[in-house]
């Protein structure tokens, strides 16, 4: 089983950034997709970026492209979401997500990803 653990939210002002973690303490996240999501009150979790770990190829939604950056440390077994040239429509509890998955899996599906972490409160204050 995997367990997924984020930290790094936290208030920011609109314009400055915040780096996610996402760590899996048992190592067991070398043959899955690590994806970020995020869910803001009264709205549907909502996917962000997603990156596969063998082999490091991200993807982005279109909300997100240009101003955040999803990573990995495979030493660390950690995954990052850097978020730049943040504004207060992003304020939203940010969680971190692991799933197996085959060529044309809809990663933009939440339904699709097996394990969760607790999530990560993000606040952009304008």
């Known amino acids: 089983q995997v367990l997924l653990a984020e930290s790094g939210g936290g208030l920011v002002q609109a314009g400055g950034s915040l780096r996610l973690s996402c760590s899996d303490s048992?190592?067991?996240?070398?043959?899955?997709?690590l994806g970020w999501f995020r869910q803001a009150p009264g709205k549907e979790r909502e996917f962000g970026a997603r990156?596969?770990?063998?082999?490091?190829?991200?993807y982005y939604a279109d909300s997100v492209k240009g101003r955040f950056t999803i990573s990995r440390d495979i030493a660390k077994n950690t995954v990052y979401l850097q978020m730049n040239s943040l504004t207060p429509e992003v304020t939203a509890v940010y969680y971190c997500a692991a799933a197996l998955y085959t060529t044309g899996t809809n990663f933009g599906n939440a339904r699709i990803w097996n394990y969760w972490g607790q999530g990560t409160q993000v606040t952009v204050s304008s």
């Open positions: 990156i596969i770990w063998v082999g490091g190829t991200p």
């Open positions: 048992r190592r067991t996240i070398t043959s899955y997709a």
